[in-house]
């Protein structure tokens, strides 16, 4: 079940999710909407391999604006840190964000309870746009959780993406076992 606008704001109170900074005029029907924050990155080698840590290269999104081109995968960050500690959180692109042509996320758009960080963003774009600091990227959304939580992404020894940051995280595959 996605929580409504009255619920988030009661778990917000309760403090089993967490968003800073927080405005209410960005909370939804049933959403809270998100925003880019300044970083972006992209990858320093064009062809990736997913046993290889593959680095990445970080830069400042600039008053005007950058101008992202098709065929580049960006990672970007949202601006808000958020946390939820009972339920589990889905970003979702915003429909003026797709009605530019711009992919907010690949695969990675559900969140584990527990999870506390910003979130990266891989962003792809059908045509060059330009895309600015600060802009609305996207929309959480919340699920009620059936049943009992075993152990919080926040307290897995083996989570990959716990590292507080305000910048985008670059692929932790390298880390896993095949």
């Known amino acids: 079940m996605i929580l409504s ?16 900074p927080f405005d209410r005029a960005c909370l939804g ?4 909407d998100v925003h880019l924050g300044k970083y972006l990155a992209t990858y320093r080698d ?7 840590h593959n680095e990445i290269y970080h830069f400042e999104i600039q008053e005007g604006g ?5 065929n580049t995968l960006y990672l970007g960050v949202t601006l808000e840190y ?11 692109g915003k429909s003026s964000t797709g009605r530019l042509g711009i992919d907010i996320h690949a695969t990675a758009g559900k969140g584990d309870v527990g999870f506390c960080n910003t979130w990266t963003l891989e962003i792809s774009v059908a045509q060059p746009v330009r ?14 959780v ?10 897995k020894g083996n989570a990959k993406y716990n590292k507080k940051t305000v910048r985008p995280v670059e692929s932790m595959m390298w880390k896993n076992t095949f």
């Open 5 to 20: 606008d009255k619920r988030i704001m009661t778990e917000i109170e309760e403090g089993t999710i967490i968003i800073e």
């Open 82 to 92: 958020t946390e939820t500690h009972k339920h589990v959180p889905f970003l979702e």
């Open 146 to 155: 059936e049943g009992d939580i075993e152990t919080l992404y926040n307290t």
């Open 66 to 70: 950058f101008v992202l081109q098709p």
């Open 131 to 144: 895309i600015y600091a600060g802009m609305p990227i996207g929309q959480l959304i919340y699920f009620d």
């Open 46 to 52: 064009r062809v990736l391999d997913a046993k290889k």
């Open 29 to 32: 029907t049933n959403s809270y």
